[in-house]
């Protein structure tokens, strides 16, 4: 099953605005900031009838529509949301995967009797999404790539069925305007039986649908259109030879029409990446004989405790809610539930508040499971402030520390940061030695998150940028080139005029993320136009997390 969320942005702002219902009634845009400055990213109905589209500039946007209303467009808050709603969708299926940036698709084989047919199941999943106040469009087909298809260029509601592959009798139900469901019986082309002599002629009721239902990039649909080929169906006249030996050495599926047309019509296969819930912290202890007496409960609830407090540790969390669950030879569970007023991973807390709660509980011929769950986590820094007492009762401090370190790696090896009042990064800490009481308090004049790792010295780089005052594209350092896929900034600091000299110049930092997934942190040295020297410079000062 396919869901797309055609207004998925503008759904989101709505209903974080409690503005629900009240959406069309003035012209709204959500805008995004690009090298060009502001675009359109999403419109609502209103200023979609006045002409405004997405993908143009706000100025052009404005002159067709002087009263439309903008607000900044959230593209990772929308992406939350749908990550969300691929776990809540999961009650249609047993698994779900995300399709960016409006659309999920829903593994339903199997199911639909559940609801008492596919029609059924898309009305509910229509109904459900329309209580959440969301639009959106539906299709149930034999392949992920015919139910987008549909769901995007076909009727609201759509079902392709088969009994066997895709090809054979099919039918085909949609949703008309009243809601009512209205069914055509649409026969397919045979099934793959050897290789057809032309490309789709086993599509059927997808023949009418536009080449762009083929998830194809928009360089090949430029290239199929300007051959003509505007619709699936087009593609039944060329001879698979011809696009094969035309599209060859393309190997990315979004580029390649065949891998599209097989993937659609499931002659290969189509991985999906499936949206799994992240697993709550769980230890159990199996025991060999069953335990019947108090004692030994306590034992096994020490030895959960501990064990907990290890994988919170791991993941720096803490734990707010704990269930601690027991299975009993004779089959009967028994459940205990713990709530924390504050997250904690102190195992003799635990163990503290436990304790009143295991009076009750009648062993019978003995348990032979214990299971111990933290169903709900809060980060929890990690911290040594039981350090000191650590050192009375085990004889070590942390003096003691630090001089074992020293005589290991050296007088100067050990040191601790100390924050300074600046704005430039090379100069916002100082070193001091481990014990060495702070100075005058200083408090950090950071305003922005700073990269985990800082050059010695920022390093110098070639950047190419779209203009003088763009978002750098690509750069090289230590002879590598980047290509620049994401930027963000600029962050300007200006000289310290008070310690530096007339001709220093201000820096525009940025943080970039390359085609690898590496991020870094860059600046550029001044400006053409500040009168303080030539070409500005750029450096590379930090590696981002």
């Known amino acids: 099953m396919a869901i797309w969320l055609a207004r998925l942005a503008i759904d989101r702002w709505q209903l974080a605005e ?46 067709l529509c002087p009263e439309l209303a903008v607000a900044p467009a959230d593209p990772a808050g929308d992406l939350a949301l749908l990550e969300r709603l691929a776990l809540w969708a999961q009650r249609w299926g047993p ?72 090809g054979g009798g099919g039918r085909r139900e ?17 099934a793959f039986g050897g290789p057809p002599p032309r490309v789709g002629e086993d599509l059927g009721v997808l023949h009418e649908l536009p080449v762009a239902a083929l998830r194809l990039d928009p360089a090949t649909l430029l290239v199929l259109r300007r051959l003509g080929l505007k619709r699936i169906g087009d593609l039944s006249g060329v001879a698979r030879d011809a696009l094969t030996r035309r599209f060859r050495s393309v190997r990315a599926p979004a580029a390649n029409p065949l891998v599209r047309l097989d993937q659609l019509t499931g002659r290969v296969p189509e991985p999906m990446l499936p949206v799994l819930t992240q697993p709550p912290p769980l230890v159990q202890r199996r025991l060999i004989e069953p335990i019947r007496h108090r004692p030994l409960l306590d034992q096994v609830l020490s030895d959960l405790a501990d064990d907990m407090v290890r994988v919170l540790e791991g993941q720096a969390l803490g734990a707010r809610r704990l269930e601690l669950t027991l299975w009993k030879v004779d089959g009967e ?67 003691a520390c630090i001089d074992r370190l020293s005589i290991r790696l050296g007088a100067g090896a050990v040191r601790r940061p ?37 050059l010695d010295r920022p390093e110098l780089i070639a950047v190419i940028h779209a203009s003088p005052d763009g978002l750098p594209r690509r750069f090289r350092w230590r002879g590598n080139l980047h290509e620049v896929t994401h930027a963000e900034g600029p962050e300007r600091i200006a000289p310290e005029w008070w310690r530096e000299r007339g001709a220093a ?9 390359d085609a690898t997934g590496r991020r870094y942190w860059i600046y550029r040295y001044g400006h053409a136009a500040d009168g303080r020297g030539g070409v500005p410079e750029w450096y590379l000062q930090g590696l981002c997390s």
């Open 418 to 454: 100390e924050p300074v009042a600046s704005h430039w990064p090379e100069r916002a800490q100082r070193w001091l030695a481990p014990l060495e009481p702070a100075r005058a308090a200083q408090e950090s004049l950071t305003l922005h998150a700073r990269p985990l790792k800082l």
């Open 174 to 190: 949609a949703a008309d305007g009243g809601g009512m469901a209205r069914q055509q019986t649409a026969p397919l082309r045979p």
């Open 505 to 513: 110049r201000l820096r525009d930092y940025y943080r970039v993320e």
């Open 333 to 399: 569970v028994i459940q205990r539930r713990l709530e924390l007023a504050a997250a904690t991973r102190a195992a003799d807390h635990i163990m503290r508040l436990f304790a009143a709660k295991l009076d009750d509980i009648d062993a019978g011929f003995g348990i032979e499971l214990a299971r111990l769950t933290a169903s709900w986590c809060e980060p929890l820094a990690l911290s040594q402030r039981d350090f000191e007492a650590a050192a009375e009762a085990h004889g070590t401090s942390l003096a």
């Open 95 to 166: 698994w779900s995967a995300l399709d960016p940036p409006d659309g999920l698709l829903v593994d339903v084989s199997g199911v639909a009797h559940l609801f008492g047919g596919e029609a059924q199941l898309l009305a509910d999943a229509a109904e459900r999404l329309a209580v959440r106040g969301l639009t959106a469009r539906l299709a149930v087909a034999p392949t992920a790539g015919a139910a987008w298809a549909l769901a995007h260029y076909g009727p609201e509601r759509a079902v392709l069925s088969r009994a066997s592959p895709l």
């Open 18 to 63: 409690g503005q629900y219902g009240n959406l069309g009634a003035q012209p709204l845009a959500l805008i995004s900031e690009s090298a060009h400055g502001p675009r359109i990213t999403a419109v609502n109905a209103a200023a979609r009838e006045a002409g405004v589209r997405a993908g143009t500039s706000l100025t052009d946007a404005r002159a």
